[in-house]
Structure formats: C-alpha cells, structure tokens
C-alpha cells in the first residue's frame, strides 16, 4: 500500500473514531456542545501522526460530517466558523507532530483552538443569548469552556495513562 493510501486510511479511521465517539455524550450543553468520551482527541490524531496538512484536512472533513448528522444553522458565516473553523482547528495538533512530548502539546494546541472558534461563534452569533447583565464576551467563554475544557482535561487524564499514551505512539509508529 502506498503511504499516501495508508496516511488517508488512518484519516479516515481516526474521524470515524471521532465521529463514534462524539455521539456518546456524557452531558449536551442547551444551545450546543457536548462532553464526548475523547472525541476531539480522535480528530486531534491525523495531525499528530502526519502533520499540519493532514491534521487540518481531516479535522475538517470531521467538522462537515458533524454539520451533515447534526446541523445546527444559524447563518452561512456561523457555519463555516462553527464547523470549518472550529473542528478544523482540530489539525492544529500537527505543527507539534515531531516535537517532544507531541501528543500532549498537540492535543492541547488543538482543544486551545477549537475553543477560540467557538468561542469567536458563541460571542458573534450567540451573544444575545446570554443572560441579562452578563456580558456576550464573557457569556461566551463561560458557555465554551464548560463543555470543551471539561473533555480537555478528562482526556488529559487518559493521556496520563502510560498504557495508553504507548499505544497511541506505537499506533503512529505503524502509520507512518
């Protein structure tokens, strides 16, 4: 099998994983959102094994097939920070990919990405939703970082697992 084949069979895996994963929900926030068992690790995967380019292109090809099972529409602009931007954002993990320690800062680069996006989209777009007296800025980091940096640190704690943190490099070894 020829390595671009097999980069793109490891994409393909790793947004399906993502996609399993993201539709078991361990808590739904109101207006959207969710706590998932280690879906956005999932998605933060291609970047690490292959770098930026695949990284990005996969996680966005997540955000799509998220917006195709479970579209939430409010304006085109919405859409593409929502899905494009913000899943995307999930590649972000492959400009760490042949650093030390890559998995942890990669994973990290990638939550701390997918949090800007939304919370870009939960000021612009949903701001007025926020409670009277709270402001949309703040409204908007509350709500974002309730969900995202609640999985961000339960995943964390898996990634401490040192059996755990093995297999996904010894899964990078393979696919390389």
């Known amino acids: 099998m020829s390595k671009d ?6 994409c393909a895996l790793c947004i399906a994983l993502a996609t399993v994963m993201s539709q078991i929900r361990l808590f739904s926030m ?9 879906s956005m690790l999932f998605a933060a995967l291609p970047g690490f094994f292959f770098g930026p380019f ?3 292109s996969s996680a966005v090809a997540y955000g799509l097939l998220h ?3 479970k579209p939430e529409i409010y304006s085109p602009a919405q859409i593409a920070v929502d899905y494009l931007c913000a899943f995307g954002a999930l590649g972000f993990s492959g400009f760490f990919s042949k650093k030390k320690h890559a998995l ?5 680069a990638a939550a701390l990405g997918r949090f ?5 989209s939960g000021y612009l777009f949903f701001g007025s939703y926020a409670p009277e007296g709270v402001a949309p800025i703040l409204y908007s980091a509350e709500y ?4 995202i940096g609640t999985e961000f640190i339960l995943t964390l704690l898996l990634l401490a ?3 755990v943190q093995k297999a996904i490099y010894r899964v990078k070894e393979s696919a390389g």
Do not use: Q
């Open 5 to 10: 084949i097999r980069k793109l069979v490891y």
């Open 30 to 38: 109101p207006m959207g959102g969710s706590i998932t068992p280690a």
């Open 54 to 56: 695949y990284g990005i």
């Open 67 to 69: 917006f195709i099972l």
């Open 104 to 108: 942890l800062l990669g994973y990290s």
């Open 116 to 120: 800007v996006f939304a919370f870009l």
């Open 144 to 147: 974002n970082i309730s969900y």
């Open 161 to 163: 697992v040192p059996a």
